[in-house]
């Protein structure tokens, strides 16, 4: 199957690339995934969580840490 | 509108803020819509929107706008998470986030006495408000006769009437907003007026003189009170009926799932056929190599085997689209009050649970309109085994693989949507008895009665059922087209590498990663009948359900019996699956461990990384011992 090292280079990438969208977009924590954003200059996105299907939340509806008189 | 912003002075760099408030189910939503082309869900019942949206307009002067659609509530006097998104937001206590400079406060004109009060709490904030008199349309056809400006007048705050679903006075509540901001920037600085720090909860005395300032004003203003719809008081009477009421619910359910099987058969045939010939076409086309294995064995098999089923999930939220925006959903809720209440659940649970049939995300979400935090959470707890919509593409491949498709009841009924029917049965029947041990155990407490509007009935808008057609298909092929391509490709990668050894005589993939892992976990998943390849597939699956197929289709074009996957996936698990098996992965499923989505939003909704340990542990128990009991008791009557 290593014969032909052009066909092998372009699989070994499109697999690499397969690999680092699952990593940053399932595999890392949000947190983790905001924080190298912040290191990398990017925006972190307002809107979190969701099921990678449209539905997305905004904070959390338990106890919040919100500023309170 | 305009393309280009100009920018108003008082609001230089920071787009003003406008605030969408109201009663629930009086079309904030749609007019969130309408303003700024979003398409949020929209539905005729209470409790649809329970987080705040953000999104952007252009105002008629050029002002770029950020507009926040709120969750419904009757009152600043927060009582569930979903109104105290509101609370907060309409008094600046998010972090990071001004309080609107200005609210439209959104209210139903066929219900004044009850949507003005609102209007007068948030008046008390002394923030420019717009009264935007939502479905006028309804209300003329019911005689109501509302004088705007005498309205205006009485409140003291700007009147528009607006029909927010047919997009009627879009323009003139545009217009209102940028006079309201022109005079806000005049008189005083934005964001001011009574912030977290100066507002107080209202108390029965406010409320009792908010009504009787209601009553004044309606006296002035109401020109005509109309009469409640006619047609709803019919049609409530038959399907609120006691002893109609069920049947006709359970009734509308069954022909539901039927149709996902009749309806989508045509279409399910089309796209396997024009996959077998992009499989086919694929493989004559390109050399023997890596770069045709991946294509064929691994992204086509893997991401085709899922494809096949857009059509049965179409069908599905067809009926769910059509269930919502009839109003027969707040229907639903009343008639199965007493069965929730049964097991102890809030009749309030029942919206977040039939929204788990979609996807057990917006369903967990959409248990913070229960106001009580043990019957929240109970809620939360067994919303994932409502049978949601990724177990569709599950259920049908064993349903087609082991369930001959021929009819019975005398040619009435199909068998395998009979079949499919029961699944779901299943998964409701198990979310109850779930729901049954948590409210004696755990989350023990007094039931509180059900307290709901029940919407008038309304013909379902073909453009709105088209929408959300349309983002269901664009949701599952974005799922298609990013999670499960790329999780394919890795697979692929672990059931090819590394290569079988010379003078090899099982399958490829049984020297690969991926058979080790799934050689590895047999023996974890032997007593309950599933094979390795099954084992495989259950672990991309926890990204989502629906990727266990892909998985199936993939390891299988990888493994010896690959060549018959040409014909069907169904096919190879048929010749290659005990029925136990089957029937043993069908029960893992209906109780399966959640997607790592559901999960994480279990993890925020409850703020709590202990209710989400306690899901995984629950439902992995749950899931084992089903298909066990399964498969044991299939392999003594049927045989293995």
Same mark, same amino acid.
């Given at each position: 199957?290593?014969?032909?090292?052009?066909?092998?280079?372009?699989?070994?990438?499109?697999?690499?690339?397969?690999?680092?969208?699952?990593?940053?977009?399932?595999?890392?924590?949000?947190?983790?995934?905001? /924080?190298? /954003?912040?290191?990398?200059? /990017?925006?972190?996105?307002?809107?979190?969580?969701?099921?990678?299907?449209?539905?997305?939340?905004?904070?959390?509806?338990?106890?919040?840490?919100?500023?309170?008189? | 509108?305009?393309?280009?912003?100009?920018?108003?002075?008082?609001?230089?760099?920071?787009?003003?803020?406008?605030?969408?408030?109201?009663?629930?189910?009086?079309?904030?939503?749609?007019?969130?819509?309408?303003?700024?082309?979003?398409?949020?869900?929209?539905?005729?019942?209470?409790?649809?929107?329970?987080?705040?949206? #953000?999104?952007?307009?252009?105002?008629?002067?050029?002002?770029?706008?950020?507009?926040?659609?709120?969750?419904?509530?009757?009152?600043?006097?927060?009582?569930?998470?979903?109104?105290?998104?509101?609370?907060?937001?309409?008094?600046?206590?998010?972090?990071?986030?001004?309080?609107?400079?200005?609210?439209?406060?959104? *209210?139903?004109?066929?219900?004044?006495?009850?949507?003005?009060?609102?209007?007068?709490?948030?008046?008390?904030?002394?923030?420019?408000? #717009?009264?935007?008199?939502?479905?006028?349309?309804?209300?003329?056809?019911?005689?109501?006769?509302?004088?705007?400006?005498?309205?205006?007048?009485?409140?003291?705050?700007?009147?528009?009437?607006?029909?927010?679903?047919?997009?009627?006075?879009?323009?003139?509540?545009?217009?209102?907003?940028?006079?309201?901001? #022109?005079?806000?920037?005049?008189?005083?600085?934005?964001?001011?007026?009574?912030?977290?720090?100066?507002?107080?909860?209202?108390? *029965?005395?406010?409320?009792?003189?908010?009504?009787?300032?209601?009553?004044?004003?309606?006296?002035?203003?109401?020109?005509?009170?109309?009469?409640?719809?006619?047609?709803?008081?019919?049609?409530?009477?038959?399907?609120?009926?006691?002893?109609?009421?069920?049947?006709?619910?359970?009734?509308?359910?069954?022909?539901?799932?039927?149709?996902?099987?009749?309806?989508?058969?045509?279409?399910?045939?089309?796209?396997?056929?024009?996959?077998?010939?992009?499989?086919?076409?694929?493989?004559?086309?390109?050399?023997?190599?890596?770069?045709?294995?991946?294509?064929?064995?691994?992204?086509?098999?893997?991401?085709?085997?899922?494809?096949?089923?857009?059509?049965?999930?179409?069908?599905?939220?067809?009926?769910?689209?059509?269930?919502? =925006?009839?109003?027969?959903?707040?229907?639903?809720?009343?008639?199965?009050?007493?069965?929730?209440?049964?097991?102890?659940?809030? @009749?309030?649970?029942?919206?977040?649970?039939?929204? =788990?049939?979609?996807?057990?995300?917006?369903?967990?979400?959409?248990?913070?309109?229960?106001?009580?935090?043990?019957?929240?959470?109970?809620?939360?707890?067994?919303?994932?085994?409502?049978?949601?919509?990724?177990?569709?593409?599950?259920?049908?491949?064993?349903?087609?693989?082991?369930?001959?498709?021929?009819?019975?009841?005398?040619?009435?009924? @199909?068998?395998?949507?009979?079949?499919?029917?029961?699944?779901?049965?299943?998964?409701?029947?198990?979310?109850?008895?779930?729901?049954?041990?948590?409210?004696?155990? #755990?989350?023990?407490?007094?039931?509180?009665?059900?307290?709901?509007?029940?919407?008038?009935?309304?013909?379902?808008?073909?453009?709105?059922?088209?929408?959300?057609?349309?983002?269901?298909?664009?949701?599952?092929?974005?799922? *298609?087209?990013?999670?499960?391509?790329?999780?394919?490709?890795?697979?692929?990668?672990?059931?090819?590498?590394?290569?079988?050894?010379?003078?090899?005589?099982?399958?490829?993939?049984?020297?690969?990663?991926?058979?080790?892992?799934?050689?590895?976990?047999?023996?974890?998943?032997?007593?309950?009948?599933?094979?390795?390849?099954?084992?495989?597939?259950?672990?991309?699956?926890?990204?989502?359900?629906?990727?266990?197929?892909?998985?199936? @289709?993939?390891?299988?074009?990888?493994?010896?019996?690959?060549?018959?996957?040409?014909?069907?996936?169904?096919?190879?698990?048929?010749?290659?699956?005990?029925?136990?098996? *089957?029937?043993?992965?069908?029960?893992?499923?209906?109780?399966?461990?959640?997607?790592?989505?559901?999960?994480?939003?279990?993890?925020?909704?409850?703020?709590?990384?202990?209710?989400?340990?306690?899901?995984?542990?629950?439902?992995?128990?749950?899931?084992?011992?089903?298909?066990?009991?399964?498969?044991?008791?299939?392999?003594?009557?049927? @045989?293995?």
């Amino acid at each position: 199957m290593m014969e032909n090292l052009p066909e092998t280079i372009l699989v070994g990438l499109i697999v690499a690339a397969a690999f680092a969208w699952v990593a940053w977009t399932i595999l890392l924590p949000a947190p983790l995934r905001n /924080r190298l /954003r912040r290191l990398a200059g /990017r925006p972190v996105p307002s809107q979190t969580g969701g099921c990678s299907g449209g539905c997305c939340g905004c904070e959390a509806a338990g106890p919040k840490r919100g500023k309170r008189c | 509108m305009s393309d280009t912003v100009l920018s108003t002075p008082a609001f230089t760099g920071v787009p003003p803020r406008i605030a969408l408030v109201g009663n629930p189910n009086c079309g904030k939503t749609a007019l969130f819509n309408a303003l700024t082309g979003a398409r949020q869900k929209v539905a005729n019942y209470p409790g649809v929107t329970v987080e705040r949206k #953000i999104g952007e307009f252009l105002s008629p002067a050029g002002t770029r706008v950020q507009l926040v659609d709120l969750p419904g509530t009757y009152s600043l006097r927060a009582r569930s998470p979903d109104e105290e998104v509101t609370r907060d937001v309409v008094l600046g206590r998010f972090q990071h986030e001004a309080p609107p400079d200005v609210m439209v406060c959104v *209210a139903d004109a066929t219900n004044l006495r009850l949507h003005l009060r609102l209007v007068l709490e948030l008046k008390k904030l002394g923030r420019p408000i #717009i009264l935007a008199l939502n479905m006028m349309d309804v209300a003329e056809a019911r005689g109501c006769r509302v004088d705007a400006a005498a309205l205006s007048a009485a409140l003291g705050v700007p009147v528009v009437p607006t029909v927010a679903i047919k997009r009627t006075g879009v323009a003139g509540l545009l217009d209102q907003i940028d006079r309201s901001m #022109i005079a806000m920037t005049a008189a005083l600085p934005p964001s001011s007026g009574t912030s977290s720090c100066g507002w107080s909860e209202p108390s *029965a005395l406010d409320l009792r003189a908010y009504h009787q300032e209601v009553e004044t004003i309606l006296a002035a203003a109401l020109r005509d009170a109309g009469q409640p719809s006619l047609a709803t008081s019919r049609i409530d009477a038959a399907l609120l009926h006691p002893a109609i009421g069920l049947p006709f619910l359970f009734l509308v359910l069954f022909l539901m799932f039927q149709a996902v099987f009749a309806w989508a058969a045509v279409p399910m045939d089309m796209i396997d056929k024009g996959l077998g010939w992009v499989q086919a076409g694929a493989g004559a086309a390109l050399p023997d190599g890596l770069l045709k294995s991946l294509l064929t064995d691994g992204i086509i098999a893997g991401v085709g085997s899922v494809m096949i089923f857009l059509p049965q999930i179409l069908v599905l939220f067809f009926f769910i689209l059509m269930l919502e =925006s009839t109003g027969y959903m707040a229907r639903a809720a009343f008639l199965l009050d007493r069965l929730m209440g049964g097991v102890g659940l809030h @009749g309030r649970a029942f919206i977040p649970l039939l929204s =788990s049939f979609a996807c057990a995300v917006p369903g967990i979400m959409a248990a913070r309109t229960i106001e009580n935090r043990a019957d929240r959470l109970a809620t939360i707890m067994i919303a994932p085994l409502m049978t949601c919509s990724a177990r569709l593409p599950v259920y049908t491949l064993i349903i087609a693989a082991f369930v001959p498709d021929r009819t019975v009841a005398g040619g009435m009924i @199909g068998l395998q949507g009979l079949v499919m029917f029961t699944l779901y049965a299943a998964g409701i029947l198990s979310a109850l008895a779930a729901a049954f041990v948590l409210k004696r155990t #755990i989350f023990k407490g007094a039931r509180e009665p059900l307290l709901m509007e029940l919407p008038s009935y309304r013909l379902p808008s073909p453009r709105d059922i088209l929408l959300g057609l349309l983002e269901r298909a664009r949701i599952f092929l974005a799922r *298609a087209g990013t999670v499960i391509f790329s999780i394919m490709i890795l697979l692929w990668f672990l059931g090819s590498f590394p290569a079988a050894p010379d003078g090899a005589t099982g399958p490829a993939i049984d020297y690969s990663f991926a058979g080790m892992l799934g050689h590895a976990l047999a023996p974890l998943l032997a007593p309950i009948g599933f094979t390795w390849q099954i084992a495989i597939a259950l672990v991309p699956g926890m990204a989502a359900r629906e990727v266990a197929v892909a998985a199936l @289709g993939t390891v299988y074009a990888l493994s010896e019996t690959g060549d018959a996957l040409s014909g069907s996936l169904a096919g190879v698990l048929a010749a290659d699956w005990s029925l136990p098996t *089957a029937l043993s992965l069908l029960a893992w499923f209906v109780f399966a461990p959640q997607c790592v989505s559901t999960l994480s939003v279990v993890k925020r909704e409850t703020n709590s990384w202990f209710w989400m340990l306690v899901m995984i542990v629950y439902m992995t128990a749950l899931a084992y011992g089903a298909a066990f009991v399964t498969f044991h008791l299939s392999t003594a009557l049927l @045989g293995g």
